[in-house]
């Protein structure tokens, strides 16, 4: 009797067993003209809907019952892929998918795979390359960054500036990475341009909120901007020459495992202005004139594959500022030289290696390296014998290594862990003076000592899939950083969810917190590179910010996406210059320039999006409020009243339409509208007396109600561009044509006081800087 039993219950185990063996289909999926590595592709047997997607390197691994597969693989902008298998082991199946310029001309049979409704993520948006390279652009710069201010919840700051504003967040609360590597200072031109050279870039991925754990140290956003790995397939190259500047970029393959991609952009207002400078110098009687400004950045990437497990990338970005001016001038008994100089930039570094354990675990280990430094210098002397030189320096420097783990357990279950060091060192701004006369000389160095610091970080995070309508990503951070014998951690508890109502439409929410122990203390409005970098201290505290988020996203299409979301957001510990302190106020301690306080974040945002097709773009609105508050006890700003921040915006709209009208020519038009920004401006001035025995001797005060008490008017642009494209012998020219503010509108850059000697009375003047501007630039494939 105890053998039947026995015996029973082992057959019945086998049996079980035989019904329930599973195996794992896994590889990675890439464009077939170049290789590039696509990610966040869906693959998914259309028999049952079960699938995944791939991770930030392509690879995917997707665990089935065995039988009949009809493995589906697809991703917006490329032809489907469809392919019957019969699982009955452990298949790697490398995948290459076509792109494809009418997608709503490809069919899958079956449910459609629709990403945006499906995914457990919220506050998440995709930019396709193609569209930021084809709206219309200032001075024929394509620009990322630009791009993204088109988006709702991102506000763009002052008029062409390329600064981050993000749900009421400040430009350091966004945390920037070029392949994994945080950028620091991403503008050119005062700002005017990002640092990213469009033809270098693959992917951009914008997070607004419900971050996943892997993200952490800054409060408001995530721009992860991936590069191109390099054509494994064949040589290629493109560049353009437009007004202000050109570019090249060259890829390829080395040999069938390895291939590179390198590319730059240079501005030549130097050289174009050059000979014009020189001639003003002559007939001005200067011994010698010269005035100089440009930009340059060079982008480098080599991938090699060891094996089908093993893969190493190498990239570097490099991206430097300059201007400068030298005078001589001299006349029969004197003579004098002058040298101003003011140059800033970023130097990136990333090694990552690949390594596939096994087929349902992926490994990347990184080594990064990031600096940024700005420096301001003065030079002058004359023949008797005075000299005067300044110089200012300030910057960071990181070196970090992490490890990123995929594992991907089941269909239901796809965990992410992996553990981060970065070691920053902070020169927060070091002053050094040199002066001399009469034969001596002093020299001397004030400032603020250089911060050593370390940034600790690990997490584990988990996409759950529970039945067919709930999917949930569910993490926690751990986060810690050590500070003049002082270490600060945190838990940080993310969560997303989606519960989805029919195949096209789901509802979503999320929960973030996070902590930044990183500031920003800027000068002005305008992204100078003279705002400063520096960390927390055993007296400044860390940013620390929770927010909320409610949504729905309906899929009108398998093509156009509807969404709706709330959020809600507190910030503490934000800090920001008191009321009259600089860079260069001369108190050695930038501690005692700052005061401490909280933000205050709400809104609504709207958008509808078609990402490719002939007809590309989105509508996006949103209805937000932020305001700040700081030391209401100590009364250090505003009176420790609450007040507007200056780039809260109550209404931003934008447009977003790129059209081909063929293979020719196709056209991109935005049109974009939003508040006006806050502002502080006096109501009233009266006269101080300095010396009571003396009337004569006084001076006017202005009397402020509170810190941005005025709403300058608001801001509406058009800007329109138009691209013939015609196929040469050796590739593809295009000549793109673009108009930046259409209708010449007048958006107000700056807002001030002054007298009016006619109405003798003081009137409030309005500046602007960009008034209609055409340009044209030439580009070219190969």
Request: hydrophobic residues 35%; charged residues 20%.
């Amino acid at each position: 009797m105890i053998k039947k039993i026995v015996f029973f219950t082992l057959a019945l185990i086998i049996s079980n067993w035989g019904l329930a063996q599973k195996y794992t289909i896994s590889g990675y999926v890439s464009d077939v003209e170049n290789g590039e590595k696509l990610i966040g592709a869906n693959i998914y047997n259309a028999n049952s809907f079960v699938g995944t997607v791939t991770n930030s390197y392509g690879f995917y691994s997707l665990t089935l019952e065995s039988g009949s597969v009809n493995l589906t693989v697809s991703y917006v902008g490329y032809s489907s892929f469809q392919k019957e298998i019969n699982l009955n082991e452990h298949k790697t199946l490398n995948i290459e998918l076509n792109s494809s310029v009418e997608i709503e001309e490809v069919v899958v049979e079956g449910k459609a795979a629709v990403g945006g409704v499906k995914s457990s993520q919220m506050s998440v948006i995709e930019i396709p390359m193609k569209t930021i390279k084809n709206l219309p652009v200032l001075l024929g710069e394509a620009d990322i960054i630009k791009t993204i201010q088109l988006l709702p919840g991102v506000q763009s700051g002052s008029e062409g500036m390329s600064g981050l504003y993000v749900r009421g967040g400040g430009p350091d609360q966004n945390l920037i990475l070029l392949d994994g590597v945080p950028v620091y200072n991403v503008n050119h031109l005062f700002g005017f341009f990002s640092v990213f050279n469009p033809d270098a870039i693959q992917n951009v991925t914008l997070v607004k909120g419900g971050f996943p754990a892997r993200y952490g140290g800054r409060l408001s956003s995530v721009l992860d901007i991936s590069m191109k790995e390099g054509n494994i397939k064949e040589f290629k190259g493109s560049g353009s020459v437009g007004v202000i500047s050109s570019k090249l970029a060259v890829e390829g393959p080395i040999g069938d495992k390895t291939s590179y991609i390198i590319s730059g952009r240079r501005t030549y207002i130097d050289v174009l202005t050059y000979p014009i400078i020189q001639m003003v110098g002559k007939s001005e009687g200067f011994d010698k004139l010269s005035l100089g400004y440009f930009f340059h950045n060079l982008n480098a990437k080599i991938n090699h594959q060891f094996s089908q497990k093993s893969r190493l990338y190498v990239s570097a970005y490099m991206g430097k500022d300059k201007f400068n001016s030298h005078m001589k001038e001299s006349g029969s008994d004197w003579n004098y030289d002058e040298k101003v100089q003011f140059w800033w930039g970023n130097i990136t570094g990333a090694v990552r290696w690949n390594y596939m354990i096994n087929r349902k675990l992926f490994s990347n280990t990184t080594f990064t390296v990031s600096r940024y430094k700005m420096l301001t210098s003065f030079e002058f002397s004359d023949n008797f014998g005075k000299r005067d030189e300044f110089e200012y320096t300030s910057g960071i420097l990181d070196y970090g290594a992490k490890i990123d783990f995929d594992y991907f357990a089941s269909p239901n279950h796809t965990v992410k862990f992996g553990f981060a060091e970065t070691y920053h060192t902070y020169n927060p701004g070091v002053s050094a003076l040199t002066y001399s006369e009469g034969g001596e000389q002093v020299s001397t160095e004030f400032g603020n000592n250089k911060v050593y610091t370390h940034e600790l970080g690990a997490y584990v995070e988990d996409d759950i899939r529970i039945g067919s309508l709930i999917k949930m990503n569910i993490g926690i951070r751990w986060s810690g950083f050590s500070v003049q014998n002082t270490f600060y951690n945190a838990l940080e508890p993310r969560f997303s969810s989606r519960f989805l109502i029919s195949d096209k439409w789901s509802l979503k929410g999320s929960y973030a917190q996070m902590n930044q122990y990183i500031n920003l203390l800027a000068n002005s409005n305008i992204g100078l590179p003279t705002d400063l970098w520096v960390p927390i201290t055993d007296k400044i505290k860390p940013q620390r910010a929770n927010q909320f988020a409610l949504g729905s996203i309906y899929a009108l299409s398998k093509n156009i996406d509807f969404s709706v979301e709330g959020f809600y957001k507190h910030m503490d510990n934000i800090v920001e210059y008191k009321e009259g302190a600089t860079f260069l106020s001369f108190d050695n301690s930038w501690e005692n320039k700052i005061a401490m306080g909280e933000g205050w974040s709400k809104g609504i945002e709207v958008l509808l999006m078609k990402k490719h097709g002939r007809v590309s773009g989105w509508i996006g609105y949103t209805l937000s409020q932020s305001d700040r508050q700081f030391n209401r006890f100590e009364q250090e700003i505003a009176y420790g009243k609450k007040f507007p921040y200056k780039f809260d915006r109550r209404h931003d709209l934008s447009f977003v339409l790129t059209y081909k009208l063929d293979d020719r020519i196709d056209f991109g038009l935005t049109w974009v509208f939003g508040t006006g920004n806050a502002t502080t401006l006096g109501y009233e001035t009266y006269p101080a007396i300095i010396d009571n025995d003396n009337f004569d001797n006084t001076y006017d005060v202005t009397h402020y109600e509170n810190r941005n008490n005025y709403r300058m008017p608001s801001y509406h642009r058009m800007d329109v561009s138009i691209n013939f494209h015609k196929q040469k012998r050796w590739g593809t020219r295009t000549w793109n044509l673009s108009i930046y503010n259409v209708y010449n509108r007048q958006n107000p850059f700056f807002v001030n006081w002054e007298y009016d000697y006619e109405a003798k009375k003081n009137k409030l003047y309005q500046y602007s800087i960009f008034p209609i501007m055409p340009s044209v630039s030439y580009k070219f494939e190969f």
